[in-house]
């Protein structure tokens, strides 16, 4: 597997200034966020700045290449980075630049039916644990064969919406025709085949766009593709090998497997590149007469598979509430940091327009279980004070098992947000998970606790009733 460097590989390639421009103490520190992959390189503004330190540049650049190269398609703060992977399997590191999902939008819609449909694609999203789950992207499909038919829909999609754009067609004089019309949107040209690399590979090097290598079937032409295109000058590759429509599935996800294995475990640079995906084949077996939610489900399926074996990016055509729902959580699961539980800032939150009659409820600073009690307070429509307990993360019960969740930690934290002092009571709701260390709780903090629900959906009534008042 690709070797990832160290921080005594990574320091003598910097400036050594410790000038802290990068938000760091010294250039030690630097480095060894960078072995750990959390900070980027271009907060090192030195580096790329001063001449002096081009050599220094160039061999630290290749050193901490990622065996997947990253690829940006777009410009400014909707701009999509794709691949950048470090590691085969999630548990190694973390996965990083999730998959970014790209809706298709047909070049021959009119303009109203164009507008809606970028307005739906940029207004799907659903909040989950306190994120936006959102799409990314957008697909202009040169379904009318026409170049200038394609070249004034990329126009006009780049007038509504400053989303990152990928332009499909096959024919390169469609892909000429769009690439000029939008080239400072930084599109990615969907794609260069065995028979187009030379002319698609020109439109991509004169106007510096990434570019997809398309070769289905065969991943030793997509690798000779690949070596083409590098021979020319280009780095910005995306690799599609091929998207199998309903019967093709095992097929196509073991193609996927075997390019990251290829790239990450035995370092073959010519695969080395974020992969695209194309559930959207699967509405190529559609048939009229048929229920589409069956087709929309095999795209689901489809798409939910390639988000697990390593797609980087993939294009979809539903645009349902219930079809990206399971995906965009699937994303979101797969690339959290498994070392770092998804956790909220401890602290004192309040709801509603709270007063000294409040309720005072605690929580932990899991990010699930807290984003659940906020849901149930504001369900139940009053007024409450909710300390935040920092457990490094934990949920309750895993909490007060592992000692993070205690008496004196409770307590604490009461003391720090000077709760005391907003409410002219002295009782505590408990978590009902939490009723081990209530009588300790009471003790340590001088606080009267009440045990309350232990499923949080209780919340809402236990507040409503008064529960918390009686003596
Ligand atoms: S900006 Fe670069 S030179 Fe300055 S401290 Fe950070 S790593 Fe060192």
Known sequence: MAKLPGPLEIYPLLPGTNCKECGEANCMAFATKMAEHTVKLKACTPLFQDAKYAKKLDKIQVLVRPPVREVVIGVGENAASIGGKLVLYRHDLRYSNPTSFFIDVPDTLDGEALAARIKAIEEWTYVYIGTNLRLDGMALRGVSQDPKIFATAAKKLVELSSWPIMLCSLNPEMLATAANAIADKRPLLYAATM?????????????????????????????????????????????????????????????????????????????????????????????????????????????????????????????????????????????????????????????????????????????????????????????????????????????????????????????????????????????????????????????????????????????????????
Do not use: C
């Open 195 to 471: 028979d187009t690399w030379a002319e698609v590979g020109e439109i991509a090097r004169k106007h510096n766009l990434p570019l997809v290598a398309y070769a289905p079937g065969s991943l030793d032409n997509l690798s000779s593709l690949v070596g083409t295109l590098r021979a020319i000058g280009l780095d910005d590759i995306v690799l599609d090998p091929g998207t199998a429509s309903r019967k093709g599935l095992g097929t196509t996800v073991d193609s996927f497997t075997q390019v990251r294995r290829s790239s990450i475990i035995e370092e073959n640079e010519l695969l080395g590149y974020p992969t695209i995906a194309a559930p959207i084949t699967v509405w190529a077996d559609y048939r009229e007469g048929e229920a589409p939610e069956l087709t929309k489900w095999d795209e689901v399926l489809t798409a939910s598979a390639l988000i697990v074996r390593y797609a980087d990016l993939i294009v979809l055509h539903s645009l349902d509430m219930w079809t990206n729902l399971p995906t965009t959580f699937l994303r979101s699961n797969l690339y959290t940091d498994p070392v770092k539980p998804v956790a909220v800032e401890a602290g004192l939150m309040e709801f509603g327009d709270v007063g000294p009659d409040s309720p005072v409820m605690y929580t932990t600073n899991f990010a699930l279980t807290y984003f659940t009690v906020e849901s149930d307070i504001k369900q139940a429509g009053s007024t409450a004070y909710l300390v935040v307990v920092d457990t490094e993360g934990m949920s309750v019960q895993s909490a007060v098992a592992g000692r993070k969740l205690t008496a004196e930690r409770v307590a604490e934290t009461l003391e720090e947000y000077k709760v005391a002092e907003k409410v002219n009571h002295k009782t505590l709701i408990s978590p009902g998970m939490a009723a081990r260390i209530s009588g300790e709780t009471e003790e340590v903090s001088g606080w009267t606790v009440k045990v309350g629900p232990r499923d949080s959906s209780g919340i809402p009534k236990y507040l409503q009733e008064g529960k918390w008042k009686e003596e």
